[in-house]
């Protein structure tokens, strides 16, 4: 998985996760360089790019060999949340 299509903004945006309400994700097109080269170099790769690049392709693989995402990586800082009867 390389090169993700994210679409618009408001699109991938949680509501409720301060943050990513006003993130600007940009294509990271050395990714789908990256992908292209292990399919190269591995035998029964499948490869999914931009907009075949979905969390609907990953969630069902289950115990693969290697499993490649090359995407962002967001990191946020720690939030306090007060839960009422806690």
Known sequence: MANPDYGEVEKIAIPSSQGLRDLNVLPLPNTATEAEFLSQKLENVKIFMDDLATETVVKPVQS????????HGFFLPNIMVCVEGW
């Open 64 to 71: 693969p060999q290697i499993l490649q995402l090359a995407t």
